[in-house]
């Protein structure tokens, strides 16, 4: 009995050894299976993380002023190649435009193009497939219907990444064309600038891999791995590349808990049962890996890494499974949030501070309390939250402002304390729709209402405001044709001395005149123009028009307005010189209109154009003086000749004891400083009395003149001063 007891066990143990050699075999294959599709999808992410390390870069509308129009190598390596070094370890970074390589950075160093390494065999095919890829989409956006070069965020950048070898070494390299972001910059040609990154497949990106995956000893290698050591080939995107293989040592599950086992099975059959249960308890752990594997793998696919928030893949996938449940009796909002001065900060501080921002903003959004919540990060700076409601309005509004209490709370980041604002725009699901991608462009049109009523608030779509943002489009169309065809004209406005009888000079404004909308207000028609970029060669044709009518008018002086987006330029001063010298107008009676928005902010660009046009012999005018940023640190550092009090101060004389108060204050401070002072919106005889009372030296008005084409401007010369019809004696 004690040998048939004995074979038993033996039996048994031999039955239990052979099951749990075949056991761990096939817990050793599944965990080496389970590796290599990990390993496999975090090399393939990280090839798609190359898109967003690049496109905060090359989707921008200054990316594309400083490379496709002129290589600003120093502002290139600052914002792109010794960033992308310093804060993802990308070790070589070039432009590339059509001609060949532009800009180099190797290890965050800039390197003179002839002197940097460049893999021509290697990149040049992936650069030639953006480039390529870019011209098909222009082309199918154009077929679809679109008659202009589309822009901004209608022809995205393209992107392509994969794995090669680069100076004989393999390597990850992305490219992506750089394209402006909101439209306001035109590249000049089809074909824009490229921006490509190298990332060595080195120690410091393998110790990327052992901190996602927990890897042990992983090594690149040019032959296959030994029988010790799991590997997988490199995916190169070219299959005719030399292979290259990433192995590490493999946790070997299986054979880990065989070793475990063997022990206990030959040492007694009375541990069979407690075998069986550290059997189970192996299984059941290995099974756990597994799965928490699994689940990883799952968060990494539809979470953004940056904010731990839902990626947009999770948010389109989510919102169309709660669509299909909204009815009647159940409302969906789509709230979609876009950061107010997030892109100063990245401008002034660095993307890193401003990315530290964007998970900080993703943590508050987490923690919003409403049920059924989802908060995604859909790009960039812009938030896509779902909050289902029931009354419309009081509950959008409710979510809104915890929103943007919770986005405008001060965060400390980087050693400073940052505060930013957020505008809303908001769908709801049935109301607006129950199709994912039209409700969420509606809920971005609704954001733009919101930036325009002030930011800071939120705006419930209604469909004016698509027709409003269609108008502005065709506007936009439609203001190109009109300078191209000369369907604008400039108006002059006199300018009176404070009798209110001599005219001293003029006020060049532009106006349109329709061939079928009629007059279109500038009020319309310029602020898309300065969005857009077309403000500057409007500015310069009325310039040089208003220089060309003027010039046989004697002395009479002639103000023209400049926006501040003509001071960004670098030949403002140039092109000014080359208008007066053509037209022959002296400059000394020329006078430039500037906004207290021009000298906000200090900016050294525009401090310099403005000295080199006083230089010239320009006259400047600080218009609309006490409606924005008026502030004496700017009149100390930038001396004008004259400040124009803003029509809101003078229309209030009469109406508000504050208006006429610091109309009396800005008299005498610029009396003190010998500067100019001429009143805006003088319509009533009352105002004008009290201007003369306080002092003030020139005023204009309805009351006393409006806007005039050239043929009626001979009438008010003939009141000009003495010293400007002596002479005109010429004339």
């Known amino acids: 009995m004690i040998l048939a007891v004995a074979l038993v066990i033996v039996a048994a143990v031999v039955v239990m050894g052979a ?40 989707h921008w509308d200054e990316s594309v002023l400083r490379t496709a129009y002129f290589l600003d190598v120093e502002w290139v390596h600052e914002n792109f190649g010794r960033w992308l070094y310093e804060t993802q370890r990308h070790d070589r970074s070039y432009i590339v435009l059509e001609s060949g390589p532009a800009y180099a950075s190797i290890d965050g160093v800039s390197f003179q193009v002839p002197q940097a390494p460049f893999d021509e065999a290697a990149i040049t095919p992936l650069v030639r497939g953006v480039e390529a890829a870019y011209r098909d989409q222009t082309s199918a956006m154009q077929a679809a219907g679109s008659s202009a070069e589309p822009r901004g965020r209608e022809n995205p950048p393209v992107f392509r990444a994969g794995y090669m070898r680069v100076e004989g070494r393999p390597a990850l390299v992305g490219a992506i064309s750089i394209t402006p972001d909101y439209g306001r910059v035109v590249s000049p040609s089809r074909v824009p600038p490229v921006a490509v990154t190298v990332l060595f497949l080195d120690r410091s990106f393998l110790g990327d891999l052992v901190g996602e995956l927990h890897m042990t000893e992983p090594l690149i290698s040019d032959t296959p791995p030994p029988p010790d050591r799991q590997g997988i080939p490199i995916p190169f995107h070219d299959p005719q590349t030399p292979p290259a293989w990433l192995s590490w040592v493999p946790e070997n599950p299986g054979s880990a808990l065989l070793a475990a086992l063997l022990p206990a099975l030959v040492g007694t059959a009375a541990l069979l049962l407690m075998v069986a249960a550290i059997v189970l308890w192996y299984a059941r752990r290995a099974a756990q890996e597994l799965s928490e594997s699994e689940a990883l793998a799952s968060r990494l696919a539809y979470t953004d890494p940056l904010c731990g928030l839902a990626n947009r893949t999770m948010l389109m996938r989510t919102l169309g499974e709660r669509l299909q449940r909204v009815g009647s009796g159940e409302r969906l909002a789509i709230l979609f949030l876009d950061l107010d001065g997030f892109k100063d900060i990245n401008d002034t501080l660095g993307h890193h501070v401003g990315d530290l921002l964007l998970a900080e903003i993703g943590n508050r959004l987490k923690r919003l309390p409403f049920s059924s919540l989802l908060a995604s990060r859909f790009g960039g700076d812009e938030f896509v939250i779902l909050v289902a409601v029931a009354n419309e309005r009081e509950d959008i509004e409710a979510a809104g402002s915890a929103i943007l209490d919770a986005v405008r709370q001060p965060a400390p980041i980087a050693g400073q304390t940052l505060t930013v604002s957020g505008s809303i725009g908001c769908t709801v699901a049935p109301d607006h729709g129950v199709d ?6 509606l809920a971005d049109i609704a954001v733009y209402r919101a930036k325009a009523e002030g930011r800071g608030n939120v705006q419930i779509f209604a469909p004016r405001m698509e027709r409003e943002v269609m108008r502005r489009r065709d506007l936009e169309l439609e203001l190109q044709r009109a300078l191209a065809e000369g369907e604008l004209a400039v108006y002059y406005q006199p300018q009176f001395a ?3 009888e001599a005219v001293i000079g003029f006020e060049a404004l532009v106006r349109w005149v329709h061939p079928t909308q009629g007059l279109i207000s500038p009020g319309e028609f310029i602020p898309i123009a300065e969005q857009t970029g ?110 124009k009090i803003d029509r809101g101060f003078t229309q209030n004389i009469g109406q508000s004891d504050d208006a006429a108060a610091i109309i009396d204050c800005v008299v005498r401070l610029a009396r003190a400083l010998a500067i ?49 019809s002596a002479s005109r004696a010429a004339i």
């Open 436 to 441: 994912a991608i039209e409700l969420i462009r």
């Open 534 to 643: 077309l403000i500057t060669e409007l500015d310069m044709w009325v310039l040089r028009n208003a220089c060309a009518q003027a010039r046989g008018w004697g002395s009479v002086k002639l103000a023209v307005n400049l926006s501040p987006v003509d001071f960004r330029t670098r030949d403002l001063e140039a092109q000014v010189k080359r208008i007066l010298e053509e037209t022959g107008f002296p400059p000394e009676r020329l006078e430039i209109e500037i906004t207290e928005n021009l000298l906000f902010g200090n900016q050294p660009e525009a401090f310099a154009s403005l000295a080199a046009l006083r230089r010239m012999g320009i006259r400047i005018a600080l218009d609309d003086f006490g409606s924005g940023y008026s502030s004496l640190g700017y009149i100390r550092r930038f001396r004008v000749d004259t400040i």
């Open 498 to 500: 404070i009798d209110g």
């Open 676 to 724: 100019t002072v001429t009143a805006e919106g003088v319509e009533t005889r009352e105002q004008l009395r009290y201007l003369q009372l306080v002092g003030c030296h020139h005023v204009q008005g309805y009351l006393l003149a409006g806007p005039v084409p050239v043929s009626s401007i001979e009438r008010y010369l003939e009141r000009a001063t003495p010293a400007a």
């Open 19 to 58: 099951f749990s050699l075949v056991a761990a075999e096939r817990i050793d294959v599944a965990s080496r299976d389970r590796w290599n599709r990990l390993v496999l999808d975090s090399l393939q992410r990280r090839a798609a993380f190359l898109e967003r390390d690049l496109s905060s870069f090359a």
